[in-house]
Structure formats: C-alpha cells, structure tokens
C-alpha cells in the first residue's frame, strides 16, 4: 500500500509498479478514489493500493479518512511511505505515526533528482538505521530506484512471513 501526501510521486510510482489491469472506485460511501492494481515479480502476484494523500493518521479530510481505514482494514504486508526528498523533515512525522500504529512502513525517499539539484544530501543508510525501517531513494519521474525499491518491498515481505 502506497501512502503519503499529496504531490510526493505515489501515483507515478504505482503505475511503475503495476501492470495494465489497474482498477479505479469509489471508496464505500464517499467520492474518494482508490487504485488498485497487480505487480508480478518472481512468478508473484502482489496487490498494489494507491492511497488518497493523507498529511496524518488522525483524519481531518474524507481522502484521510479513507486512507486510515484502508491502512487499519486491509492489514497491508507492507505499507510504503512516499516522501518529497525536499521536504524531508517536514513528512517524518507521518512515517513516525505510522511506525507508530504497529504498520509494516518501508521509506520511498521520493524526487531524488530534485534534492540532488537544489544540492541537498541525504544520508538515506544513516535514515534507515535512525528509524530501523529500509529506507531507499527514488526518482519516480525518472523510473530510478523503482527496481531498488521492488526488492525493498519483497525482501521485506518474506522476512515477515518466515
Ligand atoms: N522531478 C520529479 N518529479 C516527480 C517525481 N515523482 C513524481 N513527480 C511528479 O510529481 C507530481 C505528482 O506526482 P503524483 O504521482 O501524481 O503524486 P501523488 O499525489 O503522490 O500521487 C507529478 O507531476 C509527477 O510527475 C520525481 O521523482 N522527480
Ligand atoms: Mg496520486
């Protein structure tokens, strides 16, 4: 399950992710839209969600609302955390509240290219070991880390199902 606000790349990065057979509905009760589709790795099949943008886990907006009760409800193997590199600091608390909430985070490091333009570094292993979850960059725009972040994801799958 992809989560994160709006605008950090969670869209680009789940049609990297998925195939053509992508469906779109309305959550129960709501106009929110929820996308759901399948990526196959390995001879796997594994269901990917793209989330309505959400800025915390206690809902303020119908989008936020619906977001909380997919994470809660749909008991995701992995929920993966996208973030504006430029703004890094600024979306931390989100991946805290989710760590929080006992969920299966995965940081996606999101606009790479767009931090390393405006010279901002970041020390993606030193992030990882802070927060004790894989943390991986991407440059969705750009179709770079999405391979990294794929073995990220399943790695992290099987070691909680062994
Ligand atoms: N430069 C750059 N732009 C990106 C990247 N990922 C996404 N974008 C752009 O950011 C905008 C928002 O992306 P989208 O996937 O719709 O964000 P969402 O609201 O999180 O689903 C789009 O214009 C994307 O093309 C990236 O890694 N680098
Ligand atoms: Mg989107």
């Known amino acids: 399950m992809l989560v994160g606000t709006p605008n950090v790349g969670k ?9 053509s057979y992508v469906t779109v509905s309305n959550y129960p009760g709501t106009t929110v839209e929820v996308t759901r589709g399948t990526a196959k790795y390995n001879q ?3 269901e990917v969600i793209d989330t309505p943008g959400m800025y915390s886990l206690l809902p303020i ?9 997919l994470l809660l409800q749909e008991k995701p193997d992995v929920v993966v955390h996208v973030v504006d590199a430029k703004n ?4 931390l608390p989100l991946t805290l509240q989710l760590l929080e909430a006992g969920l299966p985070v995965i940081l996606a490091v999101n606009m790479m290219d767009e931090a390393d333009a405006i010279g901002r570094q970041i020390d993606l292993d030193k992030l ?4 004790g979850i894989p943390v991986v960059g991407t440059a969705a725009a750009l179709n770079r880390g999405i391979e990294q972040l794929k073995r990220a994801v ?9």
Not at 88 to 91: G, I, K, N, S, Y
Not at 154 to 162: G, L, M, P
């Open 11 to 19: 869209s680009v990065i789940f049609n990297l992710l998925t195939g």
């Open 44 to 46: 796997q099949i594994y």
């Open 61 to 69: 907006t119908e989008e936020e609302r619906v977001t909380r009760t």
């Open 88 to 91: 890094l600091e600024r979306m």
């Open 128 to 131: 990882s070991e802070i927060l």
């Open 154 to 162: 399943i790695e992290y799958v099987r070691k909680r199902v062994a």
